[in-house]
């Protein structure tokens, strides 16, 4: 990283990055180790790992220019956390379990939360996190102090309560009020998955898969009698969609 960076030799694009334009790709990159996970390829995964490993390189390169930390720095800080929040493995506490380790993990970040001065529980939940995932943060935060559904059927009593109220703002026409209203819609579908235990957005990218799925087996359906989609009017769209689902 610090040839590539070399002003006298190095590579004209990366010498031109900065933190707020490699941040993209950072992401980009964590979501392409998602992807290989989800598809359980595992040479992909290696590939992805290190792709991401270099966005790390990259910022920390920077910042070592900058006269801020050094990749050793990062290395040294995450061994230390880990260490501090695990006195169970490396000091003298012990848990009984993987639960009890996780709210005593969960006490460990408050104090050092509590330590930086008066704070909400909300602190430290990423603002550019991705919606559905900040949501699903912001939710398990208030939990911790009570503010939360007792069960899923208090969710899915919501979720109704939230499908009318979007309904009626449909019906009256009123944009603003529409959005508003589907917003609460999501963060509320959201909750449930919470309380069935189940990932909200690994949910949805499975869902964007079937969905994407079933309509290419449409295409290829329409296309094999010389057709494309814009040939097919809804209804014979539908129908073909609905014998692709019946397939699976």
């Known amino acids: 990283m610090a040839r590539l960076r070399d002003p006298a030799g190095g590579c004209p694009w990366d010498r031109e990055q900065t933190f707020e334009t490699v941040a993209p790709y950072t992401v980009e990159e964590a979501y392409e180790v998602l992807d290989a996970i989800d598809h359980g390829d595992m040479a992909e995964l290696k590939a992805e790992l290190g792709d991401l490993l270099f966005q790390v390189v990259f910022h920390a ?21 880990m260490t501090r929040r695990h006195p169970h493995v490396f000091g003298d506490a012990e848990v009984r379990d993987a639960e009890d380790q996780t709210r005593a993990w969960e006490a460990q970040k408050a104090a050092e939360r509590a330590e930086k001065g008066p704070a909400s529980v909300l602190d430290g939940v990423a603002r550019s996190l991705p919606a559905l995932s900040r949501a699903e943060k912001v939710q398990k935060r208030v939990a911790r102090v009570g503010f939360d559904w007792p ?26 009020e529409v959005q508003a209203e589907l ?18 957005e690994r949910a949805l990218r ?13 295409e290829a359906g329409l296309r094999a009698e010389g057709r494309e989609p814009d040939d097919a009017d809804l209804a014979e769209l539908d129908a073909r969609w609905e014998a692709v689902k019946q397939q699976r």
Do not use: S
């Open 61 to 81: 390169r920077m910042a070592e220019e900058a006269g801020q930390f050094a990749f050793g720095d990062v290395v040294a800080a995450v061994v230390d956390k």
């Open 151 to 176: 069960d899923a059927a208090g969710v899915l009593d919501k979720l109704e309560e939230e499908l009318g109220e979007l309904r009626e703002a449909v019906a009256g026409g009123r944009t603003a």
């Open 183 to 200: 917003g609460d819609l999501l963060f509320t579908c959201v909750n449930l998955a919470r309380h069935v235990e189940a990932d909200p």
């Open 206 to 218: 499975r869902a964007n898969d079937r969905f994407e799925g079933r309509f290419r087996q449409v």
